[in-house]
């Protein structure tokens, strides 16, 4: 008999739907449900919804306002801000935030939602926390399972009594089991899996396709084989079978992603300028990831027509965009397997850093996304960014040391990359420890 679980999500970002995605097989007909847009949601629910998410996008927008800006945005972050993890302490008092969520749900915020979901109570994997505390308040019949997806939260995703609550969590990395657990929740409730990462990413069971990709991109990122002389024990046992000689497929790719909200943008445009001639000079392939954002998309491709670089357009300079997130994440996951260097904010593709891809990191926006950075910095895959006017000094420089190369075999070693199996042995198997949990982070 097939294995089934409703897959939940939210439009918020990207974050949320991009852990649901490779989820979507276990879903009945592949079909992941938007909590926030469902066909039929009431329009009570749809305004709450909207007004949470027009203010965060509000705020992170701030972000690009010279001076007084990153003060504004502080301010905003302080009502969801994640406490300092030492020392260990009792965290499971509700904050108001969370009192202000169950004061709506208490009033039926998604009661719509759970009454149709109970029709078929089959589990509930959600990738967002209010989701999961629907699920509970309106008496939901089957398992609830939420996935987490940063390295680090705040006291949000937590139930407002998490020692009666029967929410599951799936944790993306150890500092979450450790943090849910000063939170309140029950050890008996928590499950490391690792993040769900995409499967035509990964490959079959061995991870064929990780490991061709990396190899590929070892090559690239490791020109004068710095790398490669220093550590080839540790690089031909982890990618045996593997073409790691001078032949590869791609030049040297480099990815810019902007978040759900777009207040990167500016910064595609300062780096290339930056690579302009490198670009020209066919030295580097540039993808500027526009996401679903058309604003973004049409930023892009104007300040490419007045930097010049109009004929290197869909060549070796792309701009990555769709009008769905169901189509833009195929259309990401696609390139990066042609990608050898990631720069985006610290957002949950930190965790991608487990495909063996180096993650050049943009300034951080929001509490979560400064402790992913850490997090991110301590496993030894994300670097900070360099000064952005001067890319085509320090990005190549960075290359010829050897340096991005280290990055994404830490990256590969240390990162998780059984999320998608390990989240369906717990949901359908009762696993209570998933395989393949011998990471250190």
Not at 35 to 60: C, H, L, M, T, V
Not at 301 to 307: A, P, T
Not at 329 to 347: A, C, M
Not at 363 to 372: A, I, K, R, Y
Request: hydrophobic share 40%.
């Amino acid at each position: 008999m097939l294995k089934q679980a409703w897959v939940l999500t939210v439009d918020m970002g990207y974050g949320h739907q991009r852990a649901a995605n490779p989820l979507r097989h276990l879903a009945p007909n592949s079909k992941i449900i938007v909590a926030n847009n469902y066909e039929g949601i009431p329009d009570s629910d749809r305004r709450i919804w909207r007004q949470s998410q027009k203010w965060y996008e509000f705020f992170s927008r701030f972000t690009n306002i010279p001076l007084i800006g990153p003060y504004l945005f502080s301010l905003f972050d302080k009502f969801q801000a994640i406490a300092s993890f030492y020392p260990r302490r009792d965290l499971s008092a509700p904050t108001m935030q969370l009192k202000q969520i169950y004061w709506l749900i208490k009033r039926g915020w998604g009661k719509d939602l759970i009454e149709f979901l109970n029709k078929n109570p089959i589990p509930l994997i959600a990738t967002f926390f209010t989701i999961a505390f629907f699920a509970e308040e309106h008496k939901y019949k089957g398992e609830i399972y939420c996935v987490v997806t940063d390295t680090d939260v705040s006291r949000a995703w937590v139930a407002f009594d998490p020692s009666k609550s029967r929410i599951k969590y799936l944790a993306p990395c150890r500092r979450i089991v450790e943090r849910l657990q000063l939170y309140g929740v029950k050890k008996s409730n928590i499950f490391l899996t690792g993040f769900p990462l995409p499967e035509e990413n990964l490959g079959d069971a061995e991870f064929s396709t990780l490991k061709a990709d990396l190899s590929e991109r070892i090559i690239n990122l490791d020109p004068e084989k710095r790398y490669r002389e220093k550590y080839s024990g540790t690089v031909r046992e982890r990618l045996r079978e593997m073409n790691l000689d001078e032949r590869h497929h791609h030049p040297l790719t480099l990815t810019f992603a902007v978040g759900g909200a777009g207040a990167q943008r500016k910064l595609g445009a300062v780096i290339l300028e930056s690579l302009k001639k490198d670009i020209l000079d066919n030295k580097i392939n540039f993808n500027l990831v526009a996401g679903t954002r058309n604003d973004v998309y049409l930023y892009f491709k104007k300040i490419i027509c007045c930097s010049g670089l109009k004929s290197a357009l869909d060549k070796n300079l792309k701009i990555i965009f769709a009008v769905h997130k169901d189509d833009y994440f195929r259309e990401f996951n696609k390139i990066l397997r042609n990608t050898d260097i990631l720069w985006t904010k610290p957002s949950e593709l930190v965790f991608y850093s487990a495909l063996g891809m180096p993650i050049v990191m943009a300034p951080p926006v929001g509490s979560q996304e400064v402790f992913n950075r850490t997090w991110l910095k301590t496993v030894g895959a994300g670097i900070n960014q360099g000064d952005p006017r001067f890319t085509h000094e320090w990005l190549f420089d960075w290359v010829k040391s050897g340096w991005l190369a280290e990055a994404a075999m830490a990256g590969f070693l240390d990162g998780r990359q059984f999320g998608v199996r390990n989240i369906s042995d717990v949901v359908f198997k009762g696993v209570i420890e998933p395989d393949k949990n011998d990471k250190i982070l």
